[in-house]
């Protein structure tokens, strides 16, 4: 399995700036995921980067206030623009690698906590 | 699109006593089904997956699931739970293929009673 390094870890921010979460794996992926956990809920998909192209947002998210890049294979960044006290949540970077008979795995990272003050 | 139910918000168990989390799924196509758990503060960790073939599950930990394609369901079993068990449980589905990200339940919360 692919082994993710998030940065920061976690993170306290005034409201209207912006933050960048960087995400580097370990292995060449296709598709990195982003994904939003709420306090005290589940995952939710913000955005699938591959590389080479734009992201594509999940209804609900949009690129303006969450802009991805994926300039390689190995690399993304999340950027919460503008951000609000509504923001504040664990943000997390996945793969999927492909495992033996096409079966794919996903790795997570361990996750970026943001407060938003 | 895909959907995951996890019905239990909170599961209390006694220590050394069987536990069953239930997942129900909404697909049209074949399921890529996972568990994962997720203790506070930590992040997630893969418990098992289901991609095809036998319907029963073997994962890390002890724990085990079935998948029903009848019932649409793909609970998660241990027969004998630890303190250390006691965490967040996310069921999720994907369209296999690892070109799209997963749908999350809304997790299960353990907690284990000494």
């Known amino acids: 399995s692919a082994v993710i390094s998030q940065k920061p870890s976690r993170d306290i921010c005034q409201r209207g700036t912006s933050l960048t979460i960087q995400c580097q794996v370990d292995?060449?992926?296709?598709?990195m995921f982003w994904y939003r956990q709420q306090p005290g809920q589940s995952l939710t998909l913000i955005a699938t980067a591959n590389q080479g192209s734009e992201a594509t947002y999940e209804s609900g998210f949009v690129i303006d206030k969450f802009p991805i890049s994926r300039p390689n294979l190995t690399f993304s960044t999340l950027t919460v623009s503008n951000m609000s006290p509504e923001d504040s949540s664990i943000y997390l970077c996945?793969?999927?690698?492909?495992?033996?008979?096409?079966?794919?795995?996903?790795?997570f990272g361990s996750g970026t906590r943001l407060t938003v003050v | 699109a895909q959907s995951v139910t996890q019905p239990d918000i909170h599961i209390t168990v006694s220590e050394g006593a069987s536990l069953e989390l239930r997942c129900n799924y909404s697909y049209g196509a074949t399921p890529y089904l996972f568990w994962y758990v997720q203790s506070p503060g930590q992040g997630l960790q893969l418990l098992l997956k289901y991609f095809s073939g036998d319907t029963l599950v073997q994962g890390i930990k002890g724990f085990e699931a079935e998948f029903k394609r009848s019932q649409s369901s793909f609970n998660l079993r241990k027969p004998s739970v630890h303190w250390s068990d006691a965490a967040e449980y996310f069921c999720?589905?994907?369209?296999?293929?690892?070109?799209?990200?997963?749908?999350f339940g809304k997790g299960t919360h353990l907690i284990i009673q000494p």
């Open positions: 996945s793969v999927a690698l492909e495992g033996v008979s096409s079966n794919y795995g996903y790795t």
């Open positions: 999720a589905v994907g369209t296999g293929g690892g070109a799209d990200g997963l749908t």
């Open positions: 292995s060449q992926v296709t598709m």
